[in-house]
């Protein structure tokens, strides 16, 4: 299991290698209705692969996507219960996005 790296109150980008592929990641935060962080996902070259998955803890981000070959689970956590998504200024404090290899 890896834990990616996310911080609170900022839009963001990163790279991560999961299962031996490199992955280009954004996440914004989006202030309609009660707010969500929203995350793209891009290849290595930054091609985007999936975008506008909301951040929502309890399920596999990837699993409807498993066709494009991710090599495991995108899971996020809070301590706010399962099916909540993270705050604003709760992503990586309270509420943390964990890769989980097949």
């Not at 299991?1 to 911080?7: E, H």
């Not at 790279?15 to 954004?26: E, K, P, W």
């Not at 596999?60 to 909540?84: K, N």
């Amino acid at each position: 299991m890896t834990k990616l790296p996310v911080v609170p109150s900022q839009a963001q980008r990163f790279r991560q290698d999961l299962g031996g592929t490199t992955y280009n990641f954004r996440l914004t935060y989006d202030t309609a209705q009660d707010g969500c962080w929203i995350l793209d996902i891009g290849d290595e070259n930054s091609v985007i692969l999936v975008a506008g998955i909301p951040l929502v803890s309890g399920v596999d981000l990837l699993a409807q996507y498993r066709y494009l070959g991710f090599p495991g689970s995108l899971i996020v956590t809070t301590d706010r219960g399962a099916g909540e998504v993270p705050t604003f200024d709760g992503l990586g404090v309270t509420s943390h996005l964990f890769f989980i290899p097949d």
